[in-house]
Every structure is written in structure tokens, then in C-alpha cells.
């Protein structure tokens, strides 16, 4: 193991975050064999070396993607994961979905980016003298599918083209948009326990994907060695 992936992500600090633990052996994924370090008590446990591993080579291609230009779609469908997605993303500049997919993003792209548009009219009208001409029920109104449109497709404002990869926080719950970047040709990058199958994507980092602590050291390690390098 090189020097700069413990760096990356110190192994103490994995411990720390229960990384390391895994699944119930009877939900086990026998393509995640090679990431098992061993079974203790019926449990899984990561080898975290290996994680280590996956993690810097993960970051190397995510650097060279937003380099070139890429865009990277960040999913966080897990409420372990929503925060500190989000803001990786936003310290990236990069569009995200958070809490629940919306069917479409990617193999419905055109019809997405036209809700996302409409979003943005919607936000500039607010602001002018021609809302004000509103009755006080039609702004009440108006403010309230504002609200819904924003909770649907803010994080979509950067999404101006198919991305080239999207990264999941949580491979297990993230079937549907893995599914959708699949069909579409993105790559995809993403945490992975256990009880997936790491060979439905193609950027694996294996963790504990049901740690907050683990996947906040995981987004975070990303986000610190990304944006520095950007």
C-alpha cells in the first residue's frame, strides 16, 4: 500500500467509522468476495486495504473526468449520505439528485432539462415588478409549486449535458439511477457493500455504506483530495 492512499484515508480513522463492517453473510454478493477480508460472527468484514486501494483509484479517474471537462451527477438516495454529498458536489460545481431519483434524469434528458429551465423562469419572475402585479393568491400559489420544482430539480441547474459518469453513494439503493447510466453509457462510480454486486458498475470503493461516519470519511477524503487538484 503507497504511502499517499493512507494519506488519503488513514486506516485508523476507517476502523473508527466501522468502514470495515459489512453485511450479513446470507445477503452476501459473491462478486464482492476479493473486498471480504474475513466473516466474524456472520459478518462480513471489508478488507480495508483493499478499500484504501479502490478509493485512490477512484479519485484518479474522477480528477481526470472533471479535468477534461466531464460532468459529474452525484446521487445521495441516503439520508446517511445527503450532506456530505451535496456539498461535495456543490465544492465541485457538479449537479446532484438527493433523496429520491426522479425516473428520467438521464433516458428522459431532454424532458428533465426542460423542467430544470422552466425552474429557472419560475426563479427569475420572483424577482421581477411583473410578480408583483400577482394577486396575493396567485403569488401564494406560485410560490408553493416553486417550492416543489425546487425540491425536484435544484440540483439539476448543472446539468447542461448527458454526464460522463455518476457517482452513488450507496450501490444497494441506487438501483435506478445505476439502471439509467447504464443504459445511457455513463460510467459509474460508487460505495458498495457487501450485498451488491460490484461488477454492475464500474468504479468500485467497498464500505460500509450504512455508517454516516463511514461514508462522510469516504465523500470527504474525495472531496479533499479533488478539489485541490482541480
Not at 486506516?11 to 459473491?30: I, N, Q, S, W
Request: net charge positive; glycine share 6%.
Amino acid at each position: 500500500m503507497s504511502e499517499i492512499n493512507a494519506e488519503l484515508l488513514p486506516y485508523e480513522e476507517m476502523l473508527k467509522a466501522g468502514m470495515h463492517f459489512g453485511r450479513k453473510k446470507t445477503v452476501f454478493d459473491p462478486n464482492m468476495g476479493r473486498y471480504v477480508y474475513s466473516v466474524r460472527d456472520g459478518i462480513c468484514i471489508i478488507d480495508l486495504l483493499k478499500t484504501q486501494a479502490q478509493l485512490m483509484f477512484t479519485v484518479e479517474y474522477l480528477k481526470k473526468v472533471i479535468k477534461e471537462g466531464g460532468i459529474i451527477l452525484f446521487v445521495a438516495v441516503t439520508k446517511q449520505s445527503v450532506e456530505s454529498v451535496k456539498d461535495l458536489a456543490d465544492s465541485l460545481g457538479m449537479p446532484y439528485v438527493l433523496d429520491r431519483w426522479l425516473g428520467g434524469t438521464l433516458t428522459n434528458f431532454k424532458i428533465i432539462n426542460s423542467r430544470v429551465k422552466r425552474l429557472e423562469e419560475m426563479e427569475k419572475l420572483v424577482t421581477t415588478e411583473a410578480f408583483e402585479k400577482y394577486t396575493k393568491k396567485e403569488r401564494l400559489l406560485f410560490m408553493r409549486e416553486l417550492d416543489k420544482m425546487k425540491k425536484k430539480f435544484d440540483g439539476l441547474k448543472k446539468l447542461s449535458k448527458m454526464p460522463e459518469v455518476l457517482f452513488v453513494s450507496s450501490l444497494k439503493e441506487s438501483s435506478l439511477p445505476v439502471a439509467e447510466g447504464k443504459k445511457m453509457g455513463v460510467k459509474i462510480v460508487g460505495i458498495s457493500n457487501t450485498d451488491s454486486d460490484p461488477e454492475s458498475i464500474d468504479y468500485v470503493i467497498p464500505a460500509n455504506d450504512r455508517s454516516k461516519k463511514s461514508v462522510d470519511l469516504i465523500v470527504n477524503s474525495i472531496k479533499k483530495e479533488v478539489v485541490q487538484n482541480i
